[in-house]
């Protein structure tokens, strides 16, 4: 059963960071492209961050380009979203995906993790 | 990356048919045919039911079945069910590994 666990949301001030986490299991990680897509409250789904499967290639929104970082660690299955600069607009659901080949399509979403930034 | 369009609500009797509409252009839905759908229940983490335009995942039912023309996809749910209200969303591959969400749709089923 396919499983992606985020973690390391939480509150943080404007202009601080934050590095959330996604553990996969029940695929063969190293195989698939990764994305991060957030969520704000009450509002739709925007694609912000996509890794290869190496990790050689990456791309970010350009809502978050500067500031987000995604990488990801083969040996440990995870996924990483690095967060500074963090503004009040941030504030949202970040959901861990898994993408199908060639990132055409998400195929399986993590629960998701909050992040809000207030003072 | 601006967001693909999407009605806001849509809405119909249970037995019924309605269609969500995608509208983009031809740098994401018309220039790929790589459209997906998702189904967000509240509080839930989204679902994919359409991958490709038109084709199901396993365990989706061909109740839901998409289709584009142009720049504009569609999801189409036939024999409209209680467990279909939920919030959908279109996506399109829009070149360079990026992905480009419709603003959403909130279906009710009267």
């Known amino acids: 059963e396919v499983q992606l666990v985020e973690s390391g949301g939480g509150l943080v001030q404007p202009g601080g960071s934050l590095r959330l986490s996604c553990a996969a299991s029940?695929?063969?990680?190293?195989?698939?492209?990764m994305n991060w897509v957030r969520q704000a409250p009450g509002k739709g789904l925007e694609w912000i961050s996509y890794?290869?499967?190496?990790?050689?290639?990456?791309y970010h929104a350009d809502s978050v380009r500067g500031r987000f970082t995604i990488s990801r660690d083969n040996t440990r299955n995870s996924v990483y979203l690095q967060m500074n600069s963090l503004r009040a607009e941030d504030t949202a659901v970040y959901y861990c995906?898994?993408?199908?080949?060639?990132?055409?399509?998400?195929?399986?979403w993590g629960q998701g993790t909050l992040v809000t930034v207030s003072s | 990356q601006s967001a693909l369009t999407q009605p806001r609500s849509v809405s119909g009797s249970p037995g019924q048919s309605v269609t969500i509409s995608c509208t983009g252009t031809?740098?994401?839905?018309?220039?790929?045919?790589?459209v997906s759908w998702y189904q967000q229940h509240p509080g839930k983490a989204p679902k994919l039911m359409i991958y490709?335009?038109?084709k199901w995942p396993s365990g989706v039912p061909d109740r839901f079945s998409g289709s584009k023309s142009g720049n504009t996809a569609s999801l189409t749910i036939s024999g409209l069910q209680a467990e279909d209200e939920a919030d959908y969303y279109c996506c399109s591959y829009a070149g360079s590994y990026t992905l480009v969400f419709g603003g959403g749709t909130k279906l009710t089923v009267l």
């Open positions: 890794i290869s499967i190496t990790g050689s290639t990456v």
């Open positions: 490709d335009v038109s």
């Open positions: 029940g695929f063969t990680f190293s195989s698939y492209e």
């Open positions: 995906v898994k993408s199908s080949n060639l990132n055409y399509y998400i195929d399986f």
């Open positions: 031809s740098s994401d839905v018309g220039g790929y045919n790589y």
